[in-house]
């Protein structure tokens, strides 16, 4: 028989036992100490998953350009795990303890990302920065943030299973691969359990800020029950009083902000949108907010992006004149308004005679539900959605379109379709701006029917030429014919609108022989939903003949296409 030779003296480090780790009995039999371990990393995947997601959820609803957020995390992130792998070799000889500290840390720092981002966007941006009032994107300073955090979280969660490798064998020695085979399966399967608790279970239920709360407090108790519970009989009396520190304080500080988180979002809110907040809802997948009231202009804002100003009543409406009026020059009978939950475009529509029927997709239903029964909604969009000639679906607008039927020899069912759509700057919203999306709007025009498409607007900033252009050459590309202008409202910061048909519209010439400075039509249906009949308008026949030409002199050329599988938005 061979005789194992005689054990080798190992030094104690600074920070550990004299006892020396791997030499001391575990509270619970080996076989479940190594079960709590992969718990532990099951635990730890889950959240560091959910980390991940929660800065992209909310620098995306923030600042949107979710293409540019996903690359920034997912890449930083990446990065930083390798740099925590390397940096975790310092710390095998204090691997409980190092263990300990660094999910102290990361609970605090993940935990608190999302309110700190948050802070960053609503006072950054000052007061009054944005449209009418409110925010204005943070430059592209946020970025700076946004890869700290990334860089931070990532180079925690890469020192964990270098630790916990550790940790493990101390248990039971056992085969380098099997040890990583065991650690890297509960990683993932804790990694899927956090991506589906994520838009599953946390936002929905929580919402981004205290969710990711939530999250760092979970984090927090696992891995210090890991640690105190577990390994306690490896560390000194000094490390176990620092490890416990540390957790303390991270969950009361977590604590202290899950209470506090309500009055930071109001606080937050009005230093965004000014002190006179007249109501907020969130409507189950955007936050609507109404500011103003009395004497001073209501603004409309839809997940933080400025949507409608009604301060002097016969002028606010004017972005929402130049889109949807000039397209109702002609046949007008069954409109499709795509969007416009807010039901304001609706109202422009309803205002004009000879509108029988108006179909409204709007895939947010909670919105639709606040422009029919929110008293300020009401009050801006007169009651629009409740009039009989309205009808509502609730879908997703490109399937809608998809799903829907051609009229007779190909042709489509109405006059005129309108494109009140969330800007294309989010994957989500690319889709809504492709050439397959506009063919599809195109079947559902009759032989004279117009397509009009809100194009960009003052939140798009430097980027909106780049993105009205790209707009007018997807539409162009889809066999319409276009004509591109600008809300020529005069003192209003207006919409690009891209105006197009089957055949090229004449938006400048409404009515033979109408002199120059006539208004385009808009004599007001009786059953119109309380829009003045007499109020005056910036959009006359020359205004807006002059913005085409205008638009005309400035065409850039080469202006890109926008397809599905090649998105050409910022």
């Known amino acids: 028989m061979i005789e194992s030779p005689p054990p080798v003296p190992v030094a104690v480090p600074p920070g550990a036992s004299p006892r020396a780790e791997g030499r001391t009995p575990l509270p619970v039999p080996a076989g479940a100490a190594r079960f709590l371990v992969l718990v532990g990393v099951f635990v730890c995947a889950a959240c560091g998953l959910a980390y991940e997601l929660e800065l992209l959820a909310v620098a995306s609803s923030l600042w949107g350009d979710s293409v540019t957020q996903a690359s920034l995390v997912l890449s930083v992130m990446v990065f930083a795990m390798g740099l925590g792998s390397l940096a975790a070799k310092r710390l095998r000889s204090r691997a409980a303890v190092g263990f300990g500290l660094i999910e102290a840390v990361l609970a605090l720092i993940g935990g608190c990302s999302g309110m700190a981002l948050y802070a960053a966007f609503a006072w950054t941006g000052g007061p009054g920065a944005g449209a009418g009032g409110g925010p204005a994107a943070w430059a592209q300073d946020h970025r700076v943030l946004l890869v700290g955090f990334s860089l931070a979280m990532g180079v925690l969660i890469g020192a964990e299973v270098p630790l916990l490798m ?268 492709s050439r397959e999306f506009y063919e599809l709007a195109r079947r559902m025009l009759t032989e004279t029917g117009r397509l009009a498409v809100r194009a960009g607007g003052p939140e798009d900033g430097d980027q909106g030429p780049r993105t009205f252009w790209t707009v007018e050459a997807t539409v162009r590309a889809a066999g319409l014919r276009t004509v591109p202008y600008a809300s020529p409202a005069a003192g209003v910061r207006g919409w690009a609108v891209v105006l197009a048909g089957r055949r090229a519209p004449t938006p400048g010439a409404p009515t033979p022989g109408a002199p120059p400075s006539a208004a385009l039509p808009a004599a007001v249906s009786p059953r119109a939903p309380e829009l003045p009949p007499t109020a005056p308008t910036a959009l006359t026949v020359r205004a807006l003949a002059d913005a085409v030409r205008r638009a005309e002199r400035e065409r850039p050329s080469g202006a890109p296409v926008s397809t599905l599988v090649h998105p050409r938005y910022a």
């Open 166 to 433: 550790v940790l493990i064998q101390r248990i039971r020695r056992q085969d380098a691969s099997g040890a990583v085979a065991d650690l890297f399966a509960a990683d993932y399967v804790g990694a899927l359990v956090g991506g589906l608790a994520f838009p599953f279970l946390l936002l929905p239920v929580f919402g981004q800020l205290t969710g990711t709360l939530l999250t760092g407090v979970v984090n927090a108790v696992a891995g210090g029950l890991l640690v105190l519970g577990l390994f306690h009989r490896d560390l000194t009396r000094r490390a176990r009083r620092l490890v416990l520190a540390a957790n303390v304080i991270a969950l009361a500080l977590l604590a202290a902000a899950a209470l506090l988180v309500d009055d930071f979002e109001r606080t937050a809110r009005r230093t965004m949108y000014g002190d006179d907040v007249r109501s907020t809802a969130w409507t189950g997948q955007q936050e609507v907010v109404l500011t103003g009231g009395g004497d001073r202009p209501v603004h409309l804002y839809v997940d933080g992006r400025h949507r409608f100003a009604a301060g002097d009543a016969p002028r606010s409406h004017q972005p929402y004149e130049a889109l949807v009026r000039p397209a109702l020059v002609g046949p007008r009978a069954r409109v499709l308004v795509l969007g416009g939950g807010d039901g304001l475009a609706a109202r422009q529509v309803l205002a004009h005679p000879g509108v029988r029927r108006l179909d409204l997709v709007e895939p947010d239903a909670g919105l639709v539900r606040l422009a029919r029964t929110d008293p300020a909604l009401t009050a801006l969009n007169g009651g629009a959605l409740r009039d009989p000639r309205v009808r509502t679906t609730t879908a997703d607008v490109f399937d809608w379109l998809r799903a829907g039927r051609a009229g007779p020899a190909g042709r489509g069912r109405y006059d005129v379709v309108i494109c009140d759509l969330p800007g294309p700057g989010r994957v989500e919203s690319a889709k809504l701006y």
